[in-house]
């Protein structure tokens, strides 16, 4: 087996098939956006490699097929709680069923990343935010949502014998919003009749008609609740509506909700349709006969999965159900 460096574009597309022949036998599975996945690698388009450094490699075998992929980065902003020294990060992994081939990748990697002063290893990570290809999936292998990692369960084994531990489970829930009802508990209603019968609190969804409005409650929301967490800025309000105009193309109104206390907005969940179960029929293109398709199945078609994209409440109303009074 032999390592090849990512330096051509006939090469990236097979840095792209890699991924869909380890995965193309699953039922479950869809294919990225090509597109989504190159921009990781696009200076033009991936912030983090102003002031980073990514490669890739792919592992050929001894009959000159791709049998693995893996992407090394450094992103110099990039920090762990508890960190002794700087991390580097690898993502974009795939490999078949081989400890051999998946030690080659790794220690590859590995090499690459203490070469230019790392002092670990932290993976499979993307190399940019944590909204997008971020973790190993280890557990509920069902149709992921857009830009979620998805691979075989046997990577678990190939990490875990290489020398990986956890870091940290990050754990997506679901929930069958049409039996909600029967689902959550008599809290959230308790709490729902509580709020509801005082004038003081409201809630209501978003109206695209309003955007400039909901973009100053985003900012407002969002500066008390997560700005002062590790690793977040505060968000202007010039910023929170170019996110808004950025999601119109599939901006649901009625999947993004904020409460009110005396007309001040103090809770927001913000969720889009997720847009996955549209692009499981575009093969990852998404040129112009795919656009047309994609707003085709978006306009007429049936998308029965929402996904919540950030839930905030200011610190002086969390703990008391506000959250549950406007689940219900």
């Not at 199945?297 to 703990?319: A, C, D, M, S, Y």
Request: hydrophobic share 40%.
């Amino acid at each position: 087996m032999k390592l090849i460096e990512v330096d051509s574009k006939n090469l990236e597309q097979a840095f792209l098939k890699v991924h869909d022949h380890m995965n193309r036998g699953n039922p479950n599975w869809i294919k990225p956006l090509d597109k989504d996945v190159l921009s990781v690698f696009d200076k033009t388009k991936n912030k983090f490699l102003q002031q980073g450094e990514v490669i890739r490699w792919l592992l050929q075998d001894e009959n000159g097929v791709f049998v693995g992929r893996i992407a090394a980065f450094i992103n110099r902003k990039y920090k762990n709680k508890g960190d002794k020294g700087p991390i580097g990060g690898i993502g974009f992994f795939d490999c078949i069923d081989n400890q051999k081939a998946a030690d080659l990748l790794f220690d590859k990697a590995k090499q690459w990343l203490a070469e230019r002063g790392m002092m670990a290893m932290d993976g499979p990570i993307n190399f940019g935010d944590r909204d997008k290809w971020w973790g190993l999936l280890v557990e509920g292998f069902h149709e992921p949502i857009y830009n979620m990692n998805y691979n075989p369960p046997y990577y678990q084994n190939l990490f875990e014998k290489y020398g990986f531990e956890v870091f940290y489970n990050q754990i997506c829930w679901s929930l069958d919003v049409a039996n909600a009802e029967n689902q959550l508990s008599s809290k959230f209603y308790e709490s729902h009749a509580n709020y509801f019968s005082d004038p003081d609190f409201k809630v209501k969804h978003l109206k695209k008609n309003k955007l400039p409005e909901f973009a100053r409650d985003l900012s407002t929301v969002y500066n008390k609740a997560w700005a002062k967490h590790e690793g977040n800025k505060e968000i202007s309000p010039q910023h929170a509506l170019k996110l808004f105009e950025s999601m119109k193309p599939i901006l649901d109104e009625k999947l993004i909700w904020f409460t009110y206390y005396k007309e001040e907005p103090i809770l927001m969940w913000i969720n889009l349709p997720d847009i996955n179960q549209i692009i499981k029929h575009l093969d990852g293109k998404f040129g112009i006969w795919e656009k047309i398709k994609f707003f085709f199945l978006k306009t007429f078609g049936k998308n029965r999965n929402f996904v919540g994209i950030v839930f905030g409440i200011v610190p002086e109303f969390q703990g008391k159900g506000v959250d549950y009074y406007m689940i219900v």
